[in-house]
């Protein structure tokens, strides 16, 4: 079993910045990809941003060019940052981790961009 705690969310104002960070502890395989996920109210849960262990990027368009994923493989962590904030960038954002066919979520952490 693998478990993920995020960390790193809160309040900020339009044009801020944030950075998240999540952990994973357990039966961890080398070979995995781990990502960000938000959901807004009222929405559907949608990608932020995906990295494997090799570095390979997916991105959502929507925040290309203000966001940043990275991960340390030695430390199971991977990170988000967020520049440039938006309203629209409010949700809770849950990190995913995937491997051996397995999926796993953490439990969130809340970011409201203030206008």
């Known amino acids: 079993q693998v478990r993920l705690v995020e960390s790193g969310g809160g309040l900020v104002q339009a044009g801020g910045s944030l950075r998240l960070s999540c952990a994973a502890s357990?039966?961890?395989?080398?070979?995995?990809?781990m990502g960000w996920y938000r959901q807004a109210p009222g929405k559907q849960r949608e990608l932020v941003a995906t990295?494997?262990?090799?570095?390979?990027?997916n991105w959502s368009d929507s925040v290309k060019g203000r966001f940043t994923i990275s991960r340390d493989n030695a430390k199971n962590t991977v990170y988000l940052q967020m520049n440039s904030l938006e309203p629209e960038d409010t949700a809770v954002y849950y990190c995913?981790?995937?491997?051996?066919?397995?999926?796993?979520w953490g439990q969130g952490t809340q970011v409201t961009v203030s206008s």
């Open positions: 357990g039966s961890i395989f080398s070979i995995n990809v």
């Open positions: 990295i494997t262990n090799g570095g390979i990027t």
């Open positions: 995913r981790m995937m491997d051996r066919g397995n999926d796993y």
